[in-house]
């Protein structure tokens, strides 16, 4: 890195952010010595008094001479005077920046008044501030973990740039670069507009005959909304006429807003009025979590988090594992494409479900909530979806990705789908294939046709589909395609998947017919708005059943799980490895079987896995590892090559983690042969697998020492708050996040 420290630093202009930068400096230790200037004698006077610089001059002539690295921190309307006024006493090997905060006028200034740039000019501008001002004002903190945006140019030398951002740096910022031109957008928008609604709002009310009322009654909306109103207002004078056509364009985008808003209310038109509030909630809440991090930035930075779980223990009580993923994904998908308004109770608040959640309200579609696992969808019908306004993010969720793209095939608009490392590496030619044998045009990426998707918006036309691959998301994806294409379309599965998205299609009153392994449906009718409550998700309580069985003493009953045949597989394996479990109080819930699970621990033993059980336990696999490992003997498992391509290759990877524990794990391609044995501590890399995760956390339940699980960040995609529940329960898990 470049040397950060500085001999002779001069700053121009002590307000907040001059003398925030001169203590920042002073703290540090970054400068030799520090002159500055103001226009203002008595600023001179106070900044030498309070020790903020060594020297003031009225002149910034003379504050620059020898200066090293000058730093100018006026109001943005003064640069050419100032240029020209330090421009002869300047070292012609001198760096300067500035703070202003705009940036394209600053060039411009620039450009007049030295017509070739200097090499070491590199504008700049911290992303911090607050609506007091003043030398006084400042404070050496005032920059820390806060973005400094530096807009080098095409003249700036890259030495000088190394060096502004050095110094940025060792002051605590977080640096970005961006061009003049796009800082002046970004900051009109995120920025400017807020300032300029904020004193407009204020003004208009202060002028109010009755002002002194208002203000008086005016509680924290009006005092958060309009905080930044006693701002400094030169500067904000300054920075709207320098940044004019950015800020207008601004103001003309919000205006339009504004004016929906308006006609939605004349109109008493509740949808338009909710549709708006409900996405700005959502957003608001996004930028939340991005303003805690990295404003500005291009995506958030996953978390670093590791369970670490003491060994031993038991699992005890009743609790109700959070609502099924497969099922919460559909009521979203459906609810949105029904007539009507759907409302959903169990709803998992994960970010999977969630990731396809604001796909539909990208799409146009109004979704009250979720609170408390609870939706309102206001269904828009089959032809009521309008395009995103930019691709669709789908997080670490191959179902968000694989469903959409079925029903993305078949509108009038393009679209585009992206996903987070580990899904841009699952296969998506497994649905693109037939899709596009339905009339669909759909790009993959890459040789081995991976995300992005790329989805022309096309008529379609119904398809038998002998389906080579036992996937839900597969059938799925070709019979939502279905609903909008011409004729009958009909899949046939290989060996039974899970039949969520048959079963919901019934209950929004759309025709299914269901003959053995084939299931079909005709294009051109319409769903109808209904009600769902979702079950908790056997797969998330799989974990739960393995931890009961292997911990010695332990007694836990899961309420409320969903026990659709096709999701059955783990209940069924377990059994047959000897585990104590009964099904309680069965039940059906909007056409899924319900009941609540008891599990006590019991001596486990190997077996030979029934390979017609592999689908239907697809998802338990890395938790029914962890039981193989702790039965008596040998467990074999044959014919599910699908797990290497889930969220991680989840053959190798629980075959690694077991290993590092101490059990022989042997991967085979299409499967695992595991002897049972004492587990040891050690350290599991999970590969971001939410499933891996969760399973080695049961595993310390029967080892000899702790074991430590890193990348447990994507727990949240399928279980938020895992770790609160799994403590409630009796394990002993803590939680660690770095970064
Ligand atoms: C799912 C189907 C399964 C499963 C996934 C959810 C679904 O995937 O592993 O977690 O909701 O349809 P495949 O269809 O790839 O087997």
């Known amino acids: 890195m470049k040397e950060a420290r ?38 001179c006077a106070l900044a030498e008094e309070v020790g903020v610089v060594d020297k003031a001059f009225a002149d910034p002539a003379d504050a620059v001479r020898d200066a090293d690295l000058v730093f100018l921190a006026m109001p943005v309307q003064s640069t050419a005077a100032v240029l020209t006024a330090i421009k002869p006493a300047l070292k012609s090997d001198a760096i300067i920046t500035d703070g202003g905060s705009t940036k394209g006028n600053v060039v411009a200034a620039a450009r007049e008044v030295f017509g070739q740039l200097p090499a070491g000019f590199v504008p700049g501008h ?38 502004v951002r050095a110094l940025w740096q060792a002051i605590g910022a977080d640096v970005l670069e961006m061009t003049p031109e796009r800082h002046d957008e970004v900051l009109a928008k995120t920025s400017h507009l807020p300032h300029l609604l904020a004193f407009s709002l204020v003004d208009t009310l202060a002028r109010e005959s009755e002002n002194l009322d208002i203000f008086r009654y005016a509680a924290g909306g009006f005092r958060d909304f309009t905080r930044i109103a006693a701002s400094d207002p030169v500067m904000w004078h300054d920075i709207f006429l320098g940044t004019k ?19 939605a209310i004349e109109k008493d038109d509740s949808e338009a009025l909710l549709g708006v509030f409900t996405r700005a909630k959502a957003a608001r809440e996004h930028f939340t979590h991005i303003l805690a991090g990295t404003a500005y930035a291009k995506a958030q930075k996953p ?14 009580g009743s609790l109700r594992v959070p609502g099924d993923k497969s099922i919460s994904h559909r009521s979203i998908m459906l609810g949105s494409l029904a007539e009507g308004v759907t409302e959903v109770s169990g709803f998992l608040e994960g970010e999977d479900a969630l990731a396809t959640l604001q796909a539909f309200r990208d799409m146009g579609v109004v979704i009250e909530g979720p ?74 990426t890459g040789e081995k046709g991976t995300p992005p998707l790329t989805i022309r918006g096309k008529a379609l036309k119904g398809l038998h589909y002998e389906m080579p691959v036992a996937s839900a998301q597969v059938k799925s994806a070709v019979l939502l395609a279905g609903l909008w294409a011409d004729g009958e379309t009909s899949v046939t599965e290989p060996a039974p998947t899970r039949d969520h998205t048959e079963r919901m299609l019934r209950g929004f009153a759309y025709d299914v017919s269901v003959d053995g392994p084939k299931v079909a449906l005709e294009g051109g009718g319409k769903l109808v708005a209904t009600r769902i409550d979702v079950p908790a998700d056997i797969s998330s309580a799989a974990f739960f059943m393995v931890g009961a069985s292997i911990a ?35 039940r059906e819930v909007g056409g899924e079987p319900v009941a609540d699970v008891r599990i006590r621990s019991a001596a486990l033993k190997g077996i030979r896995i ?102 447990c960040a994507n727990v949240a995609t399928s279980f938020p708050d895992f770790t609160g529940l799994a403590r409630r329960a009796g394990l002993n898990i803590s939680v660690t996040e770095k970064g």
């Not at 001002?133 to 973005?147: N, P």
């Open 126 to 163: 911290p992303i911090a501030g607050s609506e007091q001002s003043g030398v006084l004002a400042g404070k050496a903190d005032l920059f820390l973990r806060h973005k400094v945006i530096l807009t080098p140019l095409p003249e700036s030398s890259p030495d000088a740039l190394s060096r």
């Open 6 to 43: 500085f001999g002779k630093v001069a700053i121009i202009g002590l307000g907040l952010i001059g003398s925030s930068f001169a203590r920042a400096l002073r703290e540090k230790n970054l400068a030799a010595q520090i002159t500055g200037s103001a226009r203002s004698a008595r600023t």
């Open 245 to 263: 056509q950015a800020v207008l364009s601004a103001l003309q985008h919000f205006s339009d807003g504004v004016n929906e808003l308006r006609a």
């Open 552 to 586: 010695p003493g332990s007694d836990i009953t899961l309420q409320h799980v969903g026990l659709n045949p096709t999701r059955v597989g783990v209940i069924n394996i377990l059994k047959a490895m000897g585990a104590d479990i009964s099904v309680l109080n069965p």
């Open 610 to 711: 029934p390979e017609d059980q592999v689908p239907l336990a697809i998802d338990e696999f890395p938790a029914l590892f962890i039981a193989a490992a702790c039965a008596e003997g040998e467990t074999v498992l044959t014919g599910a090559e699908e797990l290497r391509v889930k969220e991680s290759d989840r053959i190798q990877v629980m075959s690694d983690g077991l290993t590092t524990l101490g059990i022989e794990a042997r991967p085979t391609p299409d499967g695992m042969v595991i002897k049972g044995g004492q587990l040891g501590s050690g350290r599991i890399a999970s590969h971001g697998d939410h499933r891996i995760a969760m399973a080695f956390a049961m595993a310390a339940l029967r080892s000899n020492g702790p074991v430590e699980i890193t990348d």
């Open 371 to 444: 609170n408390n696992g609870g939706l309102k969808i206001h269904g828009v019908g089959l032809q009521g979806l309008k395009a995103p306004p930019g691709p669709i993010y789908c997080g670490n969720s191959g179902t968000s990705m694989r469903l959409l793209s079925g029903i993305l095939a078949a509108q009038k608009f393009d679209s585009v789908l992206t996903g987070d490392a580990s899904l841009s590496k699952r296969p998506m030619e497994r649905v693109a294939g037939p899709l596009r044998r339905m009339g669909a045009e759909i790009q993959s």
């Open 303 to 316: 978390k670093d988090i590791s369970f670490t779980v003491q060994p031993g223990g038991q699992l005890g």
